[in-house]
């Protein structure tokens, strides 16, 4: 019997809030595994790595529902999904090297911290889908 | 690349939104197509030239 396709739409959404349980849910362990230790179970070692892993396995799922959103996108989305990646992954490199020269020099009086270069891929690439999309508006 | 896009599909009486269901991408695609922003794929292209019984260069053409 042919299987009936799903309408690209309708797939679409359901992928995108597949993204976004696992993404919520990946944040959530990560706050729990970065603060549990200071206010809640005080640097007990077993459930620090506990929830260390439960963070990472959370992770890999939020990997695979960003590999089946992609995969659900048409040629365009994609295009415009890899121009931002790109973006995003050489501006992670230039300039996280850049502001890794710029403390390790001291002319910045912070350390450099990953979560600043993080920041800075996350804003690069919703800069990035932004003006793809209106590009192709 | 230039097209017929938006004359076939106005022929056929077609939106943008029901040719794209037809093709199975979205509308931003077909409007970008229509548009000359972007030039679709071999297997697209065959898709759309089918839709429309016209041969890939009757609807496609390179400026």
């Known amino acids: 019997m042919k299987e009936k396709k799903e309408p690209r739409a309708k797939l679409e959404r359901k992928n995108i809030l597949n993204l976004a349980f696992w993404t919520g849910a990946w944040v959530i362990t990560m706050a729990i595994s970065t603060y549990g230790s200071i206010y809640i179970w005080e640097s007990n070692a077993l459930l620090s790595v506990l929830a260390i892993s439960l963070n990472f396995v959370v992770g890999i799922g939020m990997i695979f529902s960003n590999i089946r959103h992609l995969n659900s996108l048409d040629e365009l989305q994609r295009k415009i999904q890899l121009e931002a990646m790109g973006i995003a992954l050489g501006l992670a490199v230039v300039g996280g090297l850049a502001y890794s020269s710029l403390d390790q020099t001291n002319i910045i009086g912070y350390n450099a911290e990953i979560s600043h270069l993080v920041i800075l891929i996350g804003i690069s690439y919703m800069a990035a889908i932004l003006i793809g999309n209106s590009r192709y508006r | ?63």
């Open chain 2, 1 to 63: 690349m230039k097209n017929k896009i938006k004359v076939l599909r106005a022929e056929y009486e077609l939106t943008q939104e029901q040719l794209a269901e037809k093709v199975d991408v979205s509308r931003q695609t077909i409007n970008a197509i229509e548009k000359g922003k972007f030039d679709p794929s071999l297997p697209l292209a065959f898709k759309i030239s089918k839709l429309f019984k016209m041969s890939i260069e009757d609807i496609f053409q390179n400026e």
